[in-house]
T-cell receptor
């Protein structure tokens, strides 16, 4: 399988549940990202990982907990979410965090999350 | 404060005609701009980019124009095809600082038969 994959594609959870989103990239990239896309709002960067180290946390609430065990995998652990957290969560990867000539990021298909 | 603005939520263009998608930005430090295309149920796909040292970049049917003094860029698609119907995101970044890419809200393009 090539590119960036995300599972699950759809997730419905209650506010007391604990769930995890998974992202995997098969591109040999070293940087991975979590984005949130809410209705009628711009894409929001949540976390950046460079060589498995978190380099950016964009003021994300602690109920979102990322984990990057290696350069190919990125998780987003969810607990005690709120209904306003319902959104499309996109994972992306790029060769390096500061790639010089271009900053092309490759996106996964996203996980559509609904919090009841 | 929105640093990258796409003021048209949607645009309809006849097949075969030119589609022009506009984008404005407020941060004069941005030096690299990207356009992404997104189909329903898929993640955004990189389309074309332009560095601030250029004012035009062309790739097949897609051309991006940059007007630094006006802090404005546009994506031209000519001729427009049915498969171009998608949401187009404008994005900007500062290459020399970090990899944070700031996205606009997107413009939904409908290509009419």
């Amino acid at each position: 399988e090539t590119g960036v994959t995300q599972t699950p594609r759809h997730l419905v959870m209650g506010m007391t549940n604990k769930k995890s989103l998974k992202c995997e990239q098969h591109l040999g990239h070293n940087a991975m990202y979590w984005y949130k896309q809410s209705a009628k709002k711009p894409l929001e960067l949540m976390f950046v990982y460079n060589f498995k180290e978190q380099t950016e946390n964009n003021s994300v609430p602690s109920r979102f907990s990322p984990e990057c065990p290696n350069s190919s995998h990125l998780f987003l652990h969810l607990h005690t979410l709120q209904p306003e957290d319902s959104a499309l969560y996109l994972c992306a990867s790029s060769l390096f965090v500061t790639s010089g000539a271009s900053n092309e990021q490759f996106f996964g298909p996203g996980t559509r999350l609904t919090v009841l | 404060d929105q640093q990258v603005k796409q003021n048209s939520p949607s645009l309809s263009v006849q097949e075969g005609r030119i589609s022009i998608l506009n984008c404005d930005y407020t941060n004069s430090m941005f030096d690299y701009f990207l356009w992404y295309k997104k189909y329903p149920a898929e993640g955004p796909t990189f389309l074309i980019s332009i560095s601030s040292i250029k004012d035009k970049n062309e790739d097949g049917r897609f051309t991006v124009f940059l007007n630094k003094s006006a802090k404005h860029l546009s994506l031209h698609i000519v001729p427009s095809q049915p498969g171009d119907s998608a949401v187009y995101f404008c994005a900007a970044t500062i290459l020399t600082q970090d990899d944070k890419i700031i996205f606009g809200k997107g413009t939904r393009l409908h290509i009419l038969p």
